[in-house]
């Protein structure tokens, strides 16, 4: 097991290490330099010139292309990202106050569509053909064929301007309230963002479990004489898990997507919001930045959701 | 002697028992000839849904091309007299905030928001078909090399990559379809790659290979037919993916520019809470005209799918 | 006819259709046949023969698109006799049935044994509904089957998961898993057309080890003649949803009386006989399960067709035990006593 991780950590540091190289590019054939990524904007006009030059100097500049991404890619390892465009704000600073909005927004939808998802995708295989099933299948395509910005809408103007239940959008800060009292702000724009994701995993955890239910081992679980809940819980659900846990790890990059169009509808002040008002304002160093991290986000699911099925699935683990 | 009496299970079944009586009867009274029409039409076309999709997805491509036929407004005519205009015989989806007739916009949108999709889900089967089947048959450094391309681009989530590109390239129409393309080709690449993997075992390819056949004649000459299925249905659900897409970035303000109307571009007004309260015309009829579109193509790419597979029975 | 004292299972004019993709497939198309106590039954004919139909209509693991339509299916258990195909297909009295009392063992051990879970837990599933073991005790029986079945180091191997079983191993492991609850039948449905040849030798050796010392009634299905030969006491011959011939191996196989019996052992090369011996392929092939003859299944392929074979021909009782479904069958056991 250690071995195995071990591995899948090998190779995902190699995708990691060129897709920096080639935000650094970016970051090089867009405007702006790196003294003007590293310093804040306002302190660059009161140096004088002579001091500025030394510090591209001694900051690499002048060096070839690749001591400056070396230099660059250090200075990122270690926390230095860099400074936004527009009001100089560092890049660290604005991801620790917006990453947590985030985190919060796609790890509640994440759970809500990875759990319904199952269950749903289950119970309309197990009731396969009858009413429950169509119903559930037509309501699977509705999900993945709405916009999901404009199930977003419509829920504002239901849920907030007509039956004023829920606040309109925008989150409250840790500390301002209780847990419970941020509640109401993150239930719609969290069940907004998990339905496109749980009639995906639903569909997909359909046709997984119609495939594990069609197997031979399937038949000879019921050659046992055992109840069939256990059939097709035990044998049927736990086979069609692997390939699902799969997906939702495939999907993750579509979720994270899709915090970027939800925060908005909600303006929720996370990772999202900034990324839209950075692309806006042609602020390149934090696109960039948020941009590569996105990546590392994806690959660290990628690695999670590998590590997963190896423990729920001995033919991973042990494999070759 | 005890005998079992029949319990529940067997009355559950009356349904299905009734169902088969139906075919049994049929059946031995010889009714049922031989199809007519291939396997593959005669699945799909049993296929309701899909047929239903396919209906709805050639309308609304209908009256997008004839719209001025259809319509004598301009969907660009700013009106300052009839602004917000509620539905009327004379604006049939009303009129927006500068007074522009919504089902002109609409349906003109319609041209653009599906020229957008179709236009790129066909550009990337293009390149990632070509270039999936060179490398799954013949190999070599070109198929390392796009594979690894391909890890890089799915990499990112696809909307931050589209979006990271759209602040490098700027907006206009022709920018973001080569943005979808150079997004979106990767799957295709790998799902058609991964056909001609397995295709490449089969010994109908080993005998063509062994009657002296060229690599290139084999591949797109008798393999690519074997594999149109899975590249159809591709195309399908890319056209659905990029239409939402589109949809979503016109929505964000970062798509086609603003004037040019799209169907993501209409709903835009909808961001100001003003007019999704109290002017439902400017952005309902829109919302459900893309999300029936895309329900139509995704019926479609799964009737396409079902009638493809033949490990599908039943 | 023998007693009902010494039965396991009769099957009497079974029916079994298979309705997928709106179509009827008579499969199974009235059947009739009776298991001994302790004896081998062995099915035998090609694939699509509604042999394997009528093993899972026993065990009433149908798929759900299929039906018995007519016939019965009777467990003659120590309690009396249980009408099986009046059962619901998962009801309780069903389960209770399966398992503990008719096995099955299926033909591929790759894809029958499930990839997640070790063997030890696939054996310890059926002692759970079938044993009052618990704990400790039904581990170390599992090690015990697995001992039993020859399996080296049982202790680490039932720890294992099928995947690190080689294939001869996993369908020894399915055995045990099968034979865990003592059955009084054990179907195997072509338990070794997956393995290797050497291997297959050593399946059938444990099989008739444990028809010897547990008295179990074996359902044997298989393509293979040698094989019939090597382990029935009786065989049923099927053809296309019937069986054409039926009764004691040595009987069927030195006086087969149906054509199609006669063509399926003319078919086989026997060892010994040299290069020159007459193999005769049988002409033509299955017809179409859903555009059958309306007659006898075999005519078209059949040597000996006369007009009369458009008509289905009746079972008819040839001596004591021996059973066949042909117009032409008084000839035909004339030149077979030769």
Redesign the interface.
């Known amino acids: 097991m250690p071995t195995y991780i071990i591995r899948r950590l090998l190779t995902l540091v190699p995708m990691a290490i060129v897709i920096s190289f080639l935000v650094y590019l970016g970051l090089e054939l867009t405007p702006g330099d790196a003294v003007s990524h590293m310093i804040p904007p306002d302190g660059i006009g009161s140096m004088d010139p002579e001091r500025l030059q030394m510090l591209r100097e001694s900051l690499g500049l002048g060096q070839p292309f690749l001591v400056r991404y070396w230099i660059w890619l250090t200075g990122v390892v270690q926390g230095e990202f860099g400074y936004s465009l527009s009001g100089g704000v560092p890049i660290a600073q604005i991801f620790l106050t917006r990453l947590p909005a985030t985190l919060e927004l796609s790890i509640a939808a994440l759970v809500i569509s990875s759990i319904a998802g199952s269950i749903l995708g289950t119970i309309s295989a197990l009731t396969r053909g009858s009413k429950t099933d169509q119903a559930l299948t037509t309501v699977g395509m509705l999900g993945v064929s709405i916009p999901e910005f404009f199930i977003g809408l419509v829920a504002i103007l239901i849920f907030s301007l007509n039956l004023q239940w829920l606040p309109v959008g925008g989150r409250l800060m840790p500390g301002d309230d209780s847990f419970w009292d941020r509640i109401p702000n993150l239930v719609m724009p969290a069940l907004v963002l998990s339905i496109m994701m749980t009639a995906g995993v639903m569909r997909y955890a359909r046709s997984s479990m119609l495939d594990a239910l069609s197997?031979?081992?399937v038949?000879?679980?019921?050659?046992?004489?055992?109840?069939?809940w256990r059939v097709n819980l035990l044998?049927g659900f736990?086979?069609a898990l692997?390939p699902v846990i799969v997906l939702i790890g495939f999907r993750l990059p579509v979720l994270i997507g899709g915090t970027v169009v939800i925060e908005q509808v909600f303006q929720w002040p996370g990772i999202g919001n900034e990324f839209i008002a950075s692309v806006r304002a042609q602020d390149y160093p934090l696109v960039m930045m948020i941009a590569l991290f996105s990546v590392i986000a994806v690959l660290l699911a990628s690695l999670i959701v590998d590590i997963l099925t190896a423990v729920?699935?001995?033919?991973v683990r042990?494999?070759d | 002697?005890?005998?079992?009496?029949?319990?529940?299970?067997?009355r559950r079944r009356s349904k299905?028992?009734a169902?088969?009586d139906r075919?049994?009867d049929?059946?031995?009274a010889g009714q049922?000839k031989k199809r007519r029409r291939g396997r593959f039409w005669n699945k799909f076309l049993n296929n309701h849904l899909a047929v239903a999709g396919l209906v709805v997805f050639t309308f609304i491509i209908l009256v997008s091309v004839f719209a001025p036929l259809l319509t004598s407004y301009d969907p660009r005519a700013v009106d300052l007299r009839s602004m917000t205009q509620a539905p009327s015989l004379e604006h049939w989806f009303g009129t927006d905030r500068t007074g522009r007739d919504v089902f002109a916009r609409v349906l003109y949108g319609g041209r653009i928001s599906i020229l957008v999709g179709l236009g790129s889900a066909i550009l990337c089967a293009i390149i990632g078909v070509i270039i999936g089947i060179y490398s799954g048959y013949i190999g070599g450094w070109l198929d390392w090399f796009a594979m690894r391309v391909s890890e890089v681009f799915m990499a990112f989530p696809q909307i931050i990559l589209v979006l990271l590109l759209v602040s490098i390239l700027g907006q206009s129409l022709a920018n973001l379809m080569i943005i979808f393309t150079l997004t979106g080709w990767g799957g295709i690449y790998r799902m058609a790659r991964a056909r001609m993997l397995s295709l490449r075992e089969e010994e109908y390819v080993q005998a063509l290979r062994s009657f002296g056949l060229g690599p290139a004649r084999i591949a797109y000459k008798h393999m690519l037919p074997n594999a149109l299925g899975p590249i159809m249905v591709n195309i399908t659900l890319s056209t659905a993916a990029f239409i939402l897409q589109e949809a979503a970035l016109s929505f964000l303000g970062l798509g086609v520019p603003l004037s040019v109307p799209t169907w993501g571009n209409i709903l835009n007004a909808a961001q100001d809470l003003r007019i999704l309260e109290n002017y439902w015309w400017i952005w309902l009829p829109v919302g459900v005209t893309i999300s029936l579109f895309v329900l139509s193509v995704n019926f479609i790419g799964d009737g396409l799918r079902d009638a493809t597979d033949p490990s599908q029975?039943? | 006819m023998a007693e009902t004292g010494d039965l396991a299972l009769s099957v009497r004019n079974l029916k079994t259709?298979m309705?997928?993709?709106?179509?009827?497939n008579k499969a199974v198309n009235g059947v009739s046949f009776e298991i001994h106590k302790g004896k081998t039954l062995c099915i035998v004919g090609e694939s699509g023969c509604g042999k394997s139909v009528t093993a899972s209509t026993i065990?009433q693991?149908l798929p759900?698109?299929s039906?018995i339509e007519e016939g019965e299916v009777i467990y003659h258990s120590d309690?009396?006799?249980?009408?099986i195909d009046?059962?619901?297909?998962?009801?309780r009295?069903?389960?209770?049935?399966?398992?503990?009392e008719i096995?099955?063992i299926?033909q591929?051990p790759m894809?029958?044994?499930?990839?997640?879970y070790t063997i030890g837990f696939q054996i310890i599933?059926?002692l759970?509904?079938?044993t009052r073991l618990r704990g400790r005790k039904r581990f170390n029986k599992a090690i015990d089957l697995l001992r039993s079945m020859g399996i080296p180091l049982p202790e680490r191997r039932v720890r294992e998961?099928p995947?690190?079983y080689s294939g001869g191993m996993r369908q020894r492991a399915?055995i045990a898993?099968a034979m865990s609850c003592n059955p009084k039948i054990l179907i195997a449905d072509e338990p070794t057309t997956a393995l290797d040849v050497t291997i297959q030798a050593q399946i059938f050796e444990l099989m008739e080890t444990l028809k010897r010392d547990h008295g179990t009634a074996i359902m044997l299905i298989t393509h293979d003649m040698g094989v019939v030969a090597e382990l029935a006491d009786d065989v049923a011959v099927m053809y296309m949803g019937n069986i054409v011939e039926a009764g004691p191996v040595g009987v069927v196989l030195r006086n087969p009386v149906h054509p199609y019996t006669r063509a399926l052992l003319e078919s086989i090369p026997v060892l010994g006989r040299g290069k020159n011996q007459e193999i005769r392929a049988i002409p033509g092939q299955t017809p179409d399960p859903?555009d059958r003859p309306k007659g006898c299944q075999f005519a078209d392929r059949c040597r000996y067709r006369i007009d009369q074979c458009d008509a289905m021909p009746p079972e008819t009782q040839i001596s004591d035990y021996h059973r066949v479904m042909c117009w032409r069958y008084e000839e035909f056991t004339a030149n077979a006593a030769e």
């Open positions: 197997k031979d081992f038949r000879t679980a019921r050659s046992k004489g055992m109840p069939e044998h736990r086979v692997t729920i699935d001995p033919r042990l494999g | 002697m005890t005998i079992a009496q029949p319990d529940r299970g067997k299905l028992d169902q088969f075919i049994r049929r059946e031995e049922v029975q039943g | 259709y309705y997928a993709n709106n179509r009827c065990m693991l759900t698109l039906r309690d009396g006799d249980i009408r009046q059962l619901a297909r998962n009801g009295q069903m389960r209770a049935i399966r398992g503990s096995a099955m299926f591929d894809t029958a044994l499930n990839p997640v599933e059926m759970l509904y079938h998961y995947h690190q399915m898993i859903y």
